[in-house]
């Protein structure tokens, strides 16, 4: 979302310069203007979120239901998929944001499939196929092992170690992590005239950015048993976009497919966190330059390997047919909007359908009477079960679940 925000303030055609008869963009003014625009945008993201939280905008994640959650992070993570491909392929493609935007990428994905790069190709499967079987080891036997095997670092380490001795850039063509420059930058105020250009999709994304945060943390919260305060993570959020902006930082959420990494390799709290930060504190200082080789289809096939658990989630799809098929068509709804419509528009379309649901639900409720089976304790709806007698209870069913007795 910020690059598409980047792209249409300042595309390339308006920094093309003639060189040798021809002209081509100057791609050093080009990224400046757009450091510009996204360190303004991501200023004003961080202000949204913070006003959000104090006027306990939380209130929202009321209507995100677990079929919406899990519908949307599932769809999610089919937009994080396809955009982790082109680096296993080792291909180049545009990343935008609008509606249909995946079906795009995908289709052009396709397209570029001819020059694919074999070398890429190659050590980005078998790193999958390495990280899944370690995996599976790691939960198979955790009963046995104190620690689970880090496969992700040393999958890392391994893989830039081989790039750098037999040259995998320039001998294969795979595309490397190339220079990362180190050291902070001094802190800049972001320029405040672009804010009328950049004011509505600033609060897009400060709305898109919390619930996708959010909906993971329900997730996570959910997993490990804790509680969340949804007005605290708003203006948590904010306080980071807003502090970021000033080292010329781009809008910041939750990463799916990095939270995702942690949490299945133990880091559950928030020390792995605080090490976490540290460790990328040491890389944007110094150790960077070490991974300068490392390819980039390793990075990308550790994204795709950590989804695996959110495609469990798939497995919905049948167990809400059995227990609650409205609650089915709510994930269904959630999952296709945000294909097709991308995050922003998808979630819109999902609170709103969820929103008739409850609306529907309420309106018309389902009740039924109940007759008691004879020589039994067993109830059952008399206008299906005609041998039923004695006892009748008649159950109003409202749309929270609560129901009221009234035996006859």
Sequence with gaps: MVGSVTESLAPSDNFMIPVNESMIVDTVARDAARVQVASALTLLVGIFQILLGLVQFG???TYLSEPLIRGYTSAAAIHVTISQLKSILGVSISQRSHPLSLIYAFVNLCSKLPQTNVASLL????????MLAVKFLNEKYNSKIR????????????ATGISYGINLNGEYGADIVGDIPTGLKAPIVPNTDLFASVVANAFAIAVVVYAFTISLVKM?????????????????????????????????????????????????????????????LIIIL????????????????????????????FNDIPALWKSNRIDLVVWLVTFTSTILLNLDLGLVVSVAFSLLTVIFRTQWPHYSLLGRVSVTDIYRDVSQYKQVKGAITQILATTTGSRVSLTI
Excluded: W
Excluded at 147 to 158: A, C, F, G, Q, R
């Design 220 to 280: 996570f919260a959910v997993k490990h048993s804790y509680n969340v305060d949804s007005n605290q993570e708003l203006i948590a959020l904010g306080l980071s976009n807003s502090f970021g902006s000033f080292f010329q930082c781009f809008t910041i959420g939750t990463a799916m497919s990095r939270s995702l990494v942690q949490e299945s390799t133990g880091g559950n709290s928030q020390v792995a966190g605080a090490v976490s930060s540290l460790v990328i």
């Design 59 to 61: 209130f929202v994640v």
């Design 147 to 158: 620690m689970p095997i880090p496969i992700e670092l040393i999958t890392l380490i391994v």
């Design 286 to 313: 110094k150790a960077g330059e070490l991974f300068a080789f490392l390819p980039k289809a390793i990075l990308a096939s550790v994204v795709v390997v950590n989804l695996k658990g959110i495609y469990k989630q």
């Design 123 to 130: 050590i980005g499967i078998i790193a999958i196929v390495v």
